[in-house]
């Protein structure tokens, strides 16, 4: 079952001369453009609206766009298998939602999208432990450059208060990572609609109660608001999905990290936040941990 957006027509009237690895990359440019935006919004709300209130109407939004899809499944829905891997699932995307949009809004803009990147070095442990994947010294070689990047650009320092919100985002990222493996164990077991309904549904009533205790009532400003973080994130979203459709995974995967430059021009033309000498180093770090490792690989070819 796919859930059609109105942008997949466009989209193909636009693409229909491009090879499908250009396609990959374009989706997945947009789709992190999208993300960017999305923690952009997320931000401005904060100074109103709680971040649960917020996760709340962002999952209400995905709800309504997947209700067709509910009522045609509503059977199958009713009867959930693997019900503690879902369990997992529900509870890491929850940890990872809630607590980076709170990170998102406390720290410059770079910064938590970089930390975002450590669910990467998360996703490699849990797969070792778990799934019994082995690493290779090249993927090593490529978690040591991404993590030495991330924290080039975080810069922690133990005497400053965003310390509590670096690590706060990296929690996050192990809730990321933990969902992510979650996914991995059932995406073979369970019908796509399943996947994408008990998240929406669950997190949603996760964040119903604390969004309760700080309840704002939205003006009509804040409310489009609102709605967008849901619409936007869908479409983002739909563009991520549809880019391994048509490129390689190993090639889209790579262009998550151009995420990093949207987040330093956006947070310098709308934050005043502009990263120093080591985070542009640190940014370097990040593109090297993709790149290095396949020269090597190519060598040895």
């Not at 499908?20 to 923690?39: C, D, E, N, Q, R």
């Not at 369970?190 to 994408?196: D, Y």
Request: charged share 10%; proline share 3%.
């Amino acid at each position: 079952m796919s859930i059609n957006l109105p942008t997949q027509s466009c989209w193909h009237k636009v693409t229909t001369q491009w090879s499908p690895t250009t396609k990959g990359i374009a989706l997945a440019l947009v789709s992190t453009a999208l993300f960017t935006v999305v923690g952009v919004i997320v931000r401005l709300l904060s100074d109103s609206i709680g971040v649960f209130q917020i996760l709340l109407f962002r999952q209400l939004v995905f709800l309504a766009l997947l209700l067709p899809a509910i009522v045609t499944n509503f059977a199958s829905l009713r009867q959930p298998t693997h019900v503690k891997l879902h369990t997992f699932r529900i509870v890491g995307a929850f940890t990872a939602l809630s607590i980076g949009f709170v990170v998102v809004s406390e720290i410059p803009l770079a910064n938590a999208t970089a930390l975002g990147f450590t669910q990467v070095l998360f996703v490699a442990l849990l797969a070792k432990l778990f799934l019994s994947e082995t690493l290779s010294m090249n993927r090593i070689l490529t978690l040591i450059l991404g993590f030495a990047g991330v924290m080039f650009i975080v810069q922690p320092n133990f005497d400053d208060t965003s310390l509590v919100y670096i690590a706060l985002g990296l929690v996050a990222s192990m809730g990321a990572a933990v969902a992510a493996i979650c996914v991995r164990r059932i995406a073979q077991l369970e019908s796509k609609i399943a996947l994408l309904v008990y998240q929406a549904l669950f997190v949603g009533l996760l964040a119903l109660v604390p969004s309760t205790f700080d309840w704002v009532w939205p003006s009509w400003n804040e409310l489009l608001l609102l709605v967008s973080v849901g619409v936007i994130s869908s479409i983002a979203q739909w563009f991520g999905v549809s880019a391994y459709k048509y490129g390689a995974a190993n090639v889209v995967s790579n262009v998550e990290y151009v995420k990093i430059i949207y987040a330093i021009g956006i947070g310098y033309l709308l934050f005043a936040e502009t990263p120093n000498q080591l985070a542009m180093f640190g940014v370097v770090l990040l593109f090297l941990s993709v790149c290095v490792p396949k020269l090597f690989t190519n060598r040895n070819k």
